[in-house]
T-cell receptor, first 111, second 116 residues
Framework: EDQVTQSPEALRLQEGESSSLNCSYT??????LFWYRQDPGKGPEFLFT???AGEEKEKERLKATLTKKESFLHITAPKPEDSATYLCAVQAEDSSYKLIFGSGTRLLVRP | ETGVTQTPRHLVMGMTNKKSLKCEQHLGHNAMYWYKQSAKKPLELMFV???????ENNSVPSRFSPECPNSSHLFLHLHTLQPEDSALYLC???????????????FGPGTRLTVL
C-alpha cells in the first residue's frame, strides 16, 4: 500500500536555527514527490516537485532533496514567517491523479 | 480573480439542510479535485474530474454529490450531512492531459464546513 510518513509531527526552532523535515514514502513506482506549505485556515501552497533520486530544488531559505525512500526539506536560517505546516505528497506511476499526503510537520519559528 | 477561488469560505449547516460549495479555477487547467481535510488527518481525495469527466470517486458517501459543468467550475452538493463531515473542504486544479492526470495541483483557500 502506498504510504507517506512525515516527521517530526511538530518542530520548534529559534530564528536562524537551521533544521530539516523528513518525508518517508512507500510507493509502487514514484511519479513525483511534492512539497506544500499550509498556513492556518488556508489551502496548501505549492513549493516543489521532485521526480527522481538525487534531484534538489531551492527556493529562498528552503531546499528539497530526494532519495529512493525519502525526501528532506531543509530550512536554512529560518524566520518567523516560515512558521506553517509543511505537507509532503507522492504520486505513484500507476495513479495519474491521486496524491497521497502525509500528516504534515507543524513548524514554529520563534523570534 | 486569479488562481483557485472557493465560495463560501465558511458554512454552518444543520443535518437536514442542502447546500453547495463552489470552486472556480482561473489557471486554464483541465483537471479539478475535491479534498477533505480533517483535524490531525492527512488530506483525503474525494473526487477527480479530468476534462469534465469524473475519473475518481474515492468511496465517498452519496450525501456528497459533485458536479463539473466545465473545466473551470466544480461544485460539491451537500445534503443530510453528519457532524463528522465537519472539515475544511479544499478544491484543487492541475494541468491534466487527455487520458491522464499529471503535474502539480494548486489549491483554493477552502470552505470551512460545520455540521450541527
Amino acid at each position: 500500500e502506498d504510504q507517506v510518513t512525515q516527521s517530526p509531527e511538530a518542530l520548534r526552532l529559534q530564528e536562524g536555527e537551521s533544521s530539516s523535515l523528513n518525508c518517508s514514502y512507500t510507493v509502487s513506482g514514484l511519479r513525483g514527490l511534492f512539497w506544500y506549505r499550509q498556513d492556518p485556515g488556508k489551502g496548501p501552497e505549492f513549493l516543489f516537485t521532485l521526480y527522481s533520486a538525487g534531484e534538489e530544488k531551492e527556493k529562498e531559505r528552503l531546499k528539497a532533496t530526494l532519495t529512493k525512500k525519502e525526501s528532506f526539506l531543509h530550512i536554512t536560517a529560518p524566520k518567523p514567517e516560515d512558521s506553517a505546516t509543511y505537507l509532503c505528497a507522492v504520486q505513484a506511476e500507476d495513479s495519474s491523479y491521486k496524491l497521497i499526503f502525509g500528516s504534515g510537520t507543524r513548524l514554529l519559528v520563534r523570534p | 480573480e486569479t488562481g483557485v477561488t472557493q465560495t463560501p469560505r465558511h458554512l454552518v449547516m444543520g443535518m437536514t439542510n442542502k447546500k453547495s460549495l463552489k470552486c472556480e479555477q482561473h489557471l486554464g487547467h483541465n483537471a479539478m479535485y475535491w479534498y477533505k481535510q480533517s483535524a490531525k488527518k492527512p488530506l483525503e481525495l474525494m473526487f477527480v474530474y479530468n476534462f469534465k469527466e469524473q475519473t475518481e470517486n474515492n468511496s465517498v458517501p452519496s450525501r456528497f454529490s459533485p458536479e463539473c459543468p466545465n473545466s473551470s467550475h466544480l461544485f460539491l452538493h451537500l445534503h443530510t450531512l453528519q457532524p463528522e463531515d465537519s472539515a475544511l473542504y479544499l478544491c484543487a486544479s492541475s494541468q491534466g492531459e487527455q487520458g491522464s492526470g499529471y503535474n502539480e495541483q494548486f489549491f483554493g483557500p477552502g470552505t470551512r464546513l460545520t455540521v450541527l
